[in-house]
């Protein structure tokens, strides 16, 4: 059985600090995609990035930027200059390679930025 | 650029009463979804349908569930007899299909639907 654990249930940074939120997955299949949606408070949920289980490359976007290690089974999402318009709840979430499969989320991780 | 819609934002009803929620995905879009949020948690998987056919479910979606696509562009989800427990926010999602593989699921608004 899949599952993801994101143990940071609530983060509080000032704004223009650096945030890392972790997310850490299991999985017996080789092959499987990650993602991070984005819940803000309106309550959308918002795709920011899907990676494959075969593309370890870091990414960057902007001020966001995504670690994947797959020796440690993590996909951690790291918010350089933290804005205010980044309070939400931040999910990660697993897949398999598999058209029409469920995704497995996390429980999200609340960040709260200052002014 | 393309979205995923849902109606209504909010549904209030009755405990034994039939609800149905309606959702439009992407136009091309393939594979449709239903997720669930209670309140304050995380997001569950209730089932997927391609084709006409349900392609996987969970545990959660029992008899009392059931999807539809009744048109080219609908695809609905009706709870028979809504309990308090159902209580959530119902996310309707969509996706392509790259092959066989898995592609990313777009989500809608979704339904608040509170039982009373």
């Known amino acids: 059985a899949q599952k993801v654990t994101q143990a940071q249930t609530e983060i509080s940074v000032v704004e223009k600090e650096d945030v890392t939120l972790d997310c850490v997955y299991e999985?017996?299949?080789?092959?499987?995609?990650l993602f991070w949606y984005k819940q803000p408070p309106s309550g959308e949920l918002v795709f920011l990035i899907r990676r494959n289980s075969f593309d370890e490359q870091n990414e960057i976007s902007g001020r966001y930027s995504w670690n994947f290690q797959k020796s440690t089974s993590s996909f951690n999402f790291t918010i350089t200059a933290s804005q205010v318009v980044d309070s939400a709840v931040y999910f990660c979430a697993l897949t398999l390679n598999q058209a029409g499969t469920a995704l497995i989320f996390g429980k999200g991780t609340t960040l709260s930025v200052s002014s | 650029e393309p979205e995923v819609t849902q109606t209504p934002s909010h549904q209030v009803t009755q405990m034994g009463q039939e609800v149905i929620l309606r959702c439009v995905p992407i136009?091309?879009?393939?594979?449709f979804y239903w997720y669930r949020q209670i309140l304050g948690q995380k997001v569950e998987f209730l089932v997927s349908f391609y084709n006409n056919e349900i392609s996987e479910k969970s545990e959660i979606f029992d008899d009392q569930f059931s999807v539809e696509r009744p048109d080219g562009s609908n695809f609905t989800l009706k709870i028979r007899s809504t309990k308090l427990e159902d209580s959530a926010m119902y996310f309707c999602?969509?996706?392509?299909?790259?092959?066989?593989?898995?592609?990313?699921?777009?989500f809608g608004p979704g339904t608040r639907l509170t039982v009373l």
């Open positions: 136009s091309n879009h393939l594979y």
């Open positions: 999985t017996r299949d080789t092959t499987y995609y």
């Open positions: 999602a969509s996706s392509d299909q790259l092959g066989l593989r898995t592609d990313t699921q777009y």
